[in-house]
């Protein structure tokens, strides 16, 4: 640990948090007030003190070489198995991820930290006895993704209390290897464009602080909450000097249309695998963000690819691999310039379609989009989704929640559960749906707690602490904001 937490690492991160951390906290208390008025009836609009933003001529800084050609990423969490065969897989990019698919355990953030290390220097190997994984000659871009905002790493204290998550995560990379070339980041969970000013300003105390000029850090905003939704414009503008452009982080999304709107009857939302990217609400997000980006000379990245590839089961992979097409055939044809996937054995799917698409281009930033518009009444046509909420969507939601929490107590943030790679995003929607659900009266009680019992007696002995997490965070009277906020107690 001493050879990570340097006492050059240690100075630097106490000043962040000293630095940062007031104003992060201002930030989240007013996401709280925020999400109070929405419970007393507001709904999210576009700000009308930002207009001149939105209707302003301006666009991002160019992004160097290595950003600019991104048709397919692959992402994951920081173990080194994963981070070895991402950056040999294919993908252009990859997001090593501390974030939603890393469970947070000290074990995983300080050994993620020395694998992102060895990485850059190209000498990362892994010996399991039984196969040597070692680098390809040829590797894809690495981008880090540091914990959001809302969340504490409470193994490294400044001043007698927790640092946040974010700086942390960010600020040990970054003193450890801006010599290295590690300078890409994602940035999740935004609601505002004050949360994206805030790491603006990280980024240029710290660039000054270590020596490197400025416009060095390249960021992408994922935009994963329905509030970002709202500001898009006003993100990429906060961050114009770092910006790498905005991600449709699709699946934290449509969790955070439940959170966020959830208590309104005309907001409850079918199954889960009916929630598609073709339903009219996410289909005005997608195409707004695609849109948004390109007026503003950015890169527009897409969605995630869940599946797993079956090594057992022919039809299974037929099936789900014409989805996979399905979705990345609409996202190359709206104007996305890449998109994500979670196995390596989609990456030649993806690839295939975008090359198709963008031939010898890098990207499809210079297509404008004039045609697509989205109004605040289409971003919340919430009620418009087709579908309907059925035993079997409860029994899938049911079952992934606690086979996951299981699973991120073990250390594990990525899940193969049912030939999808489940993480906290996913994981949050099967609970919040449930949540919901109960709420407006679309199952009972009593239905819940039977098929709760049922599927916790499939998964025979060891899920008694994920099954009372997934009842205080899908059951309880008032919404959790994270499940990982609880569940973080339970581990270390």
């Known amino acids: 640990m001493d050879d990570v937490l340097t006492a050059e690492a240690v100075a630097f991160l106490t000043e962040l948090e000293r630095r940062f951390g007031p104003r992060r906290r201002e930030l989240l208390a007013a996401r709280d007030e925020r999400a109070q008025r929405l419970r007393n009836g507001e709904l999210p609009d576009f700000l009308a003190e930002t207009m001149e933003i939105r209707d302003g001529d301006w666009c991002v800084a160019a992004v160097p070489a290595e950003l600019q050609d991104r048709r397919v990423e692959i992402t994951g969490p920081v173990d080194r198995k994963m981070v070895i065969n991402a950056l040999n897989s294919g993908a252009r990019m990859f997001m090593a991820d501390f974030e939603d698919s890393n469970s947070p355990t000290w074990k995983n953030c300080l050994e993620g930290q020395v694998n992102l290390t060895d990485a850059l220097e190209g000498t990362i190997s892994l010996d399991t006895g039984e196969k040597r994984y070692v680098l390809n000659d040829a590797v894809a871009t690495l981008l880090v993704r540091p914990r959001g905002w809302h969340l504490e790493e409470r193994h490294f204290e400044v001043d007698g209390a927790p640092i946040s998550a974010s700086l942390f995560d960010f600020g040990l990379y970054f003193v450890r290897n801006h010599a290295r070339g590690g300078r890409f980041f994602y940035l999740p969970k935004l609601e505002s464009h004050l949360e994206a000013r805030l790491w603006n300003d990280v980024f240029v105390w710290a660039q000054d602080e270590l020596g490197v000029p400025q416009r060095t850090i390249k960021a992408t905003v994922l935009i994963e909450t329905i509030l970002a939704a709202f500001e898009m414009d006003e993100i990429l503008y906060e961050l114009r000097e770092h910006s790498a452009g905005?991600?449709?982080?699709?699946?934290?999304?449509?969790?955070?249309?439940?959170?966020?709107?959830?208590?309104?009857?005309?907001?409850?939302?079918?199954?889960?695998?009916?929630?598609?990217?073709?339903?009219?609400?996410?289909?005005?997000?997608?195409g707004l963000l695609v849109k948004t980006c390109h007026r503003r000379g950015a890169h527009a990245i897409g969605g995630m690819a869940a599946f797993i590839p079956s090594r057992r089961d022919a039809a299974v992979n037929e099936v789900a691999l014409a989805k996979v097409r399905e979705d990345k055939e609409r996202e190359a044809g709206q104007g996305f310039d890449g998109t994500w996937v979670a196995h390596p054995d989609l990456v030649p799917v993806a690839m295939e379609i975008f090359d198709r698409v963008l031939g010898q281009r890098a990207n499809q930033v210079e297509r404008q989009r004039d045609d697509l518009t989205a109004s605040a009444t289409a971003l919340l046509d919430v009620a418009a989704t087709p579908g309907e909420i059925t035993e079997e969507g409860l029994r899938n939601n049911v079952s992934v929640g606690i086979q996951y929490l299981a699973a991120w107590l073990q250390g594990s943030g990525a899940v193969a559960i049912f030939n999808l790679m489940e993480d906290a995003a996913t994981s949050e929607i099967s609970r919040s749906q449930v949540w919901q659900w109960l709420r407006h009266g679309e199952v009972e009680r009593a239905?819940?707690?039977?098929?709760?019992?049922?599927?916790?007696?499939?998964?025979?002995?060891?899920?008694?602490?994920?099954?009372?997490?997934?009842?205080?965070?899908?059951?309880?009277?008032?919404?959790?904001?994270?499940?990982?906020?609880?569940?973080?107690?339970?581990?270390?």
Do not use: C
């Not at 934290?252 to 208590?263: A, E, N, R, T």
């Not at 009857?265 to 598609?276: G, Q, S, W, Y």
């Not at 009842?471 to 973080?488: H, I, K, M």
């Open 246 to 286: 905005l991600n449709a982080g699709r699946w934290d999304y449509i969790f955070s249309v439940i959170k966020k709107l959830g208590h309104r009857p005309e907001f409850v939302l079918p199954d889960r695998a009916a929630v598609t990217m073709a339903v009219p609400f996410m289909r005005a997000y997608s």
């Open 447 to 492: 239905d819940v707690e039977r098929v709760l019992a049922e599927e916790v007696s499939k998964l025979g002995e060891g899920y008694d602490e994920a099954r009372e997490l997934f009842e205080q965070v899908a059951l309880g009277d008032e919404f959790v904001e994270f499940l990982t906020l609880p569940a973080y107690e339970h581990i270390d």
